[in-house]
């Protein structure tokens, strides 16, 4: 009984092994408070936990990797406010704030978030103000005072109630990004191509799977392929059909 067990507890230690030494090279690497290891917000300190959606891809800077391209360009552009609608805890909302000058204001209907307490770690809480879940009136009042806003959007198959050049007008002179969720209402991406297609140029960016190459962590020689490991600190979770659009507004 004592042999069975030995050799129970000596093959589980070892097919365990791997897990556990991926996990302690990301937690020492990452640090404690993390920063944000690589992407468009890298060194940003980062809270301890994500509101609905995934915690490592965040930190690790790989967290929707296909629009870093797309935030680089943005950043050297002449906006004037970013507008985050679908915040969360304030990963780009806070990044944002680190990365420009730009006012910020973010919305997130959740009251659990923890975007101030990530705010004030990044000593950029006097830079956003933070309201609760958005509507018409409040998206155009954040607006209108602005010449050329930046949106974030990201609510959830929310978009075609919200973005409506029709009852908010100065929606065509904005720059958005908007993750359209096709799964949760059919057809929303395409609805807003027809309603932006006279003011804005618009670009759709899709999703990819990660690739053991898109880890940014240095790794030591290991006896094993760490590739599955890693890869799981990358899912984003999402829906097969997820993707971007980001509009600009056309002279």
């Not at 060194?43 to 790989?62: A, E, F, N």
């Not at 780009?92 to 990530?118: H, K, Q, Y």
């Not at 899709?206 to 490991?229: A, G, I």
Request: net charge negative; hydrophobic share 40%.
């Amino acid at each position: 009984m004592m042999r069975k067990m030995k050799r129970w507890m000596v093959r589980h230690l070892l097919r365990d092994w791997p897990t556990r030494r991926v996990n302690d090279i990301v937690r020492l690497t990452l640090g404690n408070p993390a920063r944000t290891y690589s992407g468009p917000f890298k060194g940003m300190r980062y809270v301890d936990r994500s509101i609905g959606s995934t915690y490592y891809p965040k930190i690790l800077g790989t967290y929707e990797l296909e629009l870093t391209p797309v935030w680089e360009e943005l950043f050297s552009g002449n906006h004037d406010i970013f507008i985050d609608v679908g915040a969360a805890e304030g990963y780009f909302a806070v990044g944002v704030a680190l990365r420009t000058s730009w006012p910020v204001i973010a919305f997130e209907a959740d009251p659990r978030t923890p975007l101030p307490e990530l705010a004030a770690l990044n000593e950029v809480e006097d830079r956003i103000r933070l309201y609760p879940a958005c509507d018409l009136r409040s998206l155009a009042e954040a607006i209108d005072d602005h010449t050329h806003p930046l949106l974030l959007v990201d609510i959830e198959g929310s978009e075609l109630l919200l973005l409506d050049p029709h009852y908010i007008p100065s929606l065509r002179r904005a720059t958005l990004i908007v993750e359209i969720h096709d799964c949760f209402l059919p057809g929303t991406g395409q609805r807003l191509i027809e309603r932006f297609q006279p003011t804005h140029a618009i670009e759709r960016v899709d999703t990819h799977k990660r690739t053991p190459s898109d880890f940014p962590l240095p790794l030591p020689s290991l006896p094993f392929d760490p590739s599955q490991y890693t890869l799981s600190y990358m899912d984003e979770q999402r829906q097969a059909d997820t993707y971007w659009l980001i509009l600009r507004p056309t002279p």
